[in-house]
């Protein structure tokens, strides 16, 4: 069978994408009391412009109790005139844009969210240095009303797709993980039960935002520690939540309270984390233990290709390979190894405009180093590149 062009128009449920390369969610930083601003509007149409088929509105968090940032998006009636801005310029630019929902869980910042954070099980937060709230079904069935709610919103908002946060070591990657979820009831213990929470919200997102709008999810295809969320496991989920009408897998990985840079690969940030630091107790702290508990990975290209490769084999839904694309060859590949879609973060933090470049030839390559500097800016009033200047 002849391989698809990266840039050629791909259908997703009821949305036409002029192209195979989706703009992955990057936190931006730019919601000051979880309000949509111009600054993301304008973030979101650079990328439209840029030629991405779809951009994706980062970390949008479906409830107050699950931001980890005041400046983090939070779904509700008040957010949708500004989102329908953003849509709008999108739209405008002949791009789509899709919407991450998620829940941080335990990873919430008390400040932020001015109470405890809650979390499948009493395990220590690293990254928090405090144990969450162990969730009630009280809590678990609002969480699963929170995200139908975020995402009829979204749909109100304007957005063409909706994509499920499910990795990351986030809320619900927390109960898929058996290093966070230590329950005995039935959101705990065995796969199936894990996995409850994830099919339960996938289920009824996918009833309320209609038949057009495609659901994707992003998960992680393993924690990357021991007694994390491992591959096959991972594989059989996937399995499950393709039966529950999920339109498309975003396929990633790490944990941010454990293994917060396999799922980047590449420098450890320590300066620009340092600066992000509100007190300078955790300043000198960050500067000095980070390295004890972020670990290094080597980047490389395509660096969940060998995951991607073993759920390509289980599930017949489109795949959106990640991690590593830098290159017009990487695109290629991707297509040649039979991925529908492609994600693309830091290269486009640092030349929104690289996919038209890739499609007219003028570049074959980011020149993205990736030194993760980009995290340490999206904590201090926006994301974007600090290593503009190597275009
Ligand atoms: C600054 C920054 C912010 C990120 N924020 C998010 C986020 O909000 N949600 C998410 O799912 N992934 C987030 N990621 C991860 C990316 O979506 C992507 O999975 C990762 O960067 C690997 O893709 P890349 O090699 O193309 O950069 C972020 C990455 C970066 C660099």
Redesign the pocket.
């Known amino acids: 069978m002849a391989v698809a062009s990266a840039f050629s128009p791909f259908h997703l449920r009821g949305l036409t994408l002029r192209n195979r390369i989706i703009k992955?969610?990057?936190?931006e930083g730019m919601c000051a009391d979880g309000m949509p601003s111009a600054a993301l509007v304008e973030h979101h149409r650079q990328i439209a412009r840029g030629g991405a088929a779809m951009t994706t509105v980062?970390?949008c968090s479906v409830a107050s109790d699950g931001r980890s940032y005041d400046t983090q998006l939070w779904m509700r009636p008040e957010a949708v005139a500004g989102l329908r801005e953003l849509t709008a310029a999108v739209h405008y630019e002949r791009g789509a844009a899709s919407i991450?929902l998620g829940h941080c869980g335990d990873f919430a910042d008390k400040a932020v969210i001015k109470g405890t954070p809650i979390g499948a099980s009493r395990v220590y937060n690293r990254y928090r240095g405090s144990y969450p709230r162990v969730m009630t079904e009280v809590d678990i069935s609002r969480v699963i009303g929170d995200f139908a709610r975020a995402a009829g919103l979204a749909v109100e908002a304007g957005f063409d797709a909706i994509e499920l946060?499910f990795g990351?070591g986030y809320l619900i990657s927390q109960f898929l993980s058996p290093y966070t979820n230590r329950r005995d009831d039935r959101w705990g213990g065995s796969l199936d039960n894990r996995a409850r929470l994830a099919v339960e919200i996938a289920r009824v997102v996918r009833s309320v935002v209609g038949a057009k709008v495609p659901v994707l999810a992003?998960i992680n295809l393993l924690d990357g520690f021991r007694g994390g969320l491992q591959t096959a496991e991972a594989i059989e989920v996937a399995v499950r939540l393709q039966s529950e009408g999920i339109d498309a897998f975003v396929m990633?990985g790490g944990f941010v309270s454990k293994s917060p840079l396999f799922?980047?690969r590449g420098e450890v940030p320590v300066v620009q984390m340092a600066a992000a630091q509100k007190t300078i107790m955790r300043k000198i702290g960050v500067f000095m233990f980070s390295r004890l508990f972020v670990q290094e990975y080597p980047f490389q290209e395509l660096f969940f290709l060998d995951e991607a490769r073993a759920l390509r084999k289980k599930v017949n839904i489109p795949l959106v390979l990640?991690?590593?694309?830098k290159t017009r060859r990487n695109l290629q590949i991707a297509m040649a190894e039979g991925f529908e879609l492609v994600?693309?973060?830091?290269?486009l933090?640092h030349e929104p405009d690289l996919v038209n470049k890739f499609a007219s030839q003028s570049k074959d390559s980011s020149d993205c180093v990736p030194c993760?500097e980009?995290?340490g800016a999206?904590e201090r009033g926006g994301?974007e590149c600090m290593r503009r200047e190597a275009r």
């Open positions: 992955a969610a990057t936190f980062a970390y991450q946060q990351h992003k990633s799922m980047l990640l991690g590593g694309i994600g693309m973060a830091r290269a933090i993760n980009c995290v999206m994301v």
